[in-house]
């Protein structure tokens, strides 16, 4: 073969590897963390809100604030007020005929100082996702003056009217070994409405 199509080969070899991992990674994603069916039949676009229950959370609380972009409605689980921070666990609960988990991306808080972190998320039940995040080191745990992500949340609104966002299951974990519920922490959620 000659230098000139040895060149070509290797050239469209490389063009190809872009497509054979998108194809792979929408297979092995299920298309990227929709809902667990992954299909929502509903041809009907929603437009989607928050109103947190707590719009000014104070300390030691962990609470919902949202932001929207059509029917898509992003729920920050913020932590307020507190520090020795490793991790969380808890259930976010919604209206299944309102809303589907759309996916999730890293939050802040437990990221401070280049900690590697987890995040487990469960969405196989309909109405609810299992969150489970930690720091994936020992050390010092993390703290939280004003507002701090610990996750972002998505969910897409596919009926008319309001769902309660709200908690079940929750705790706010320190950074002792192992580490234990954080006590006096309060969790507050909201409504999503779509019309």
Not at 120 to 140: C, E, F
Request: net charge neutral; hydrophobic share 40%.
């Amino acid at each position: 073969m000659t230098a000139k199509g040895e060149f070509m080969r290797r050239i469209q070899a490389l063009l190809a590897i872009p497509m054979v991992l998108a194809v792979a990674a929408s297979i092995s994603c299920g298309g990227g963390g929709d809902s667990p069916s992954g299909t929502n039949n509903n041809t009907t676009i929603y437009s989607g809100t928050f109103a947190p229950d707590d719009p000014n959370p104070g300390a030691n609380s962990v609470a919902l604030s949202g932001s929207s972009n059509q029917n898509i409605v992003t729920l920050a689980v913020n932590v307020s007020g507190t520090n020795d921070v490793s991790g969380a666990a808890f259930d976010v609960t919604f209206d299944a005929n309102k809303a589907e988990f759309a996916g999730w991306s890293p939050g802040l808080l437990l990221e401070q100082g280049g900690h590697q972190v987890a995040y487990q998320l469960n969405s196989q039940q309909a109405g609810r996702v299992i969150v489970g995040v930690s720091r994936t080191t020992v050390g010092a745990g993390a703290s939280a003056g004003i507002a701090t992500p610990l996750v972002l949340l998505r969910l897409r609104a596919i009926g008319a009217g309001n769902s309660p966002i709200g908690f079940s299951n929750a705790d706010l974990l320190n950074a002792a070994n192992p580490p234990a519920t954080k006590s006096g922490i309060s969790f507050s959620g909201g409504t999503l409405s779509a019309n």
